[in-house]
Antibody, heavy 119, light 113 residues
Framework: QVQLQQWGAGLLKPSETLSLTCAVY????????WTWIRQSPGGGLEWIGE???????DYNPSFKSRVTISFDKSKNHFSLKLISVTAADSGIYYC?????????????WGQGTLVTVSS | DIVMTQSPDSLAVSLGERATIHCKSS????????????LGWYQQKPGQTPKLLIY???TRESGVPDRFSGSGSGTDFTLTISSLQAEDVAVYYC?????????FGQGTKVEIK
């Protein structure tokens, strides 16, 4: 059974860098799309970006200049970095993955990390 | 970006009654190469992560009760709960996976009347 476990700093000041890691248990990184999603305090879900087995990331243009998604295959992790955060970046961040015919959907989810940006 | 618009934003339905949620995409998510609609539905209960219910617009995920059904094609889609149960209280989201950025509807909150 695939499990995603994520961690990272939950309280940031404006202009700092958000850094989250998602560890994959019960499966390898290869062969799937690995995604980060943000849920705003109002509940809306926003796709931040994804990285696939060929390690070519694809980012939401809303974040493109600030975001980096990468693999650490030796540790079976993938990570999110978002620079120059503001209060608008507050929310719950999830890592997620699809499966088989549902590669581009989100079947497995991390537990979520609540990120608050405040001075 | 493809904009996904759900209606209504919330609805209250009596136990055992039908709940219907609509999702409209700003452009078609029907892929001509395989005639599949790249549209999924998720359920998010309070304090939980979203759960995939439906993919390809009408295929139920394994383990999802058959009171949940999806329909539609092109730009207009519907999620129907045929007989609402107490455990169905949640927010429901549609999502297109036709192109990136993958986008979600704003969510529909379903409550018991």
């Amino acid at each position: 059974q695939v499990q995603l476990q994520q961690w990272g700093a939950g309280l940031l000041k404006p202009s700092e860098t958000l850094s989250l890691t998602c560890a994959v248990y019960g499966g390898s990184l290869s062969g799937y799309y690995w995604t980060w999603i943000r849920q705003s305090p109002g509940g809306g879900l926003e796709w931040i970006g994804e990285i696939n087995h060929s390690e070519a990331p694809d980012y939401n243009p809303s974040f493109k200049s600030r975001v980096t998604i990468s693999f650490d295959k030796s540790k079976n992790h993938f990570s999110l970095k978002l620079i120059s955060v503001t209060a608008a970046d507050s929310g719950i961040y999830y890592c997620a993955r699809g499966e088989n015919l549902k590669q581009l959907l989100f079947v497995y989810w991390g537990q979520g990390t609540l990120v608050t940006v405040s001075s | 970006d493809i904009v996904m618009t759900q209606s209504p934003d919330s609805l209250a339905v009596s136990l055992g009654e039908r709940a219907t949620i609509h999702c409209k995409s700003s452009q078609s998510v029907l892929h001509s190469s395989n005639n599949k609609n790249y549209l999924g539905w998720y359920q998010q209960k309070p304090g939980q992560t979203p759960k995939l219910l439906i993919y390809w617009a009408s295929t139920r995920e394994s383990g999802v009760p058959d009171r949940f059904s999806g329909s539609g094609s092109g730009t207009d889609f519907t999620l129907t709960i045929s007989s609402l149960q107490a455990e169905d209280v949640a927010v429901y989201y549609c999502q297109q996976y036709y192109v990136t950025p993958r986008t979600f509807g704003q969510g529909t909150k379903v409550e018991i009347k």
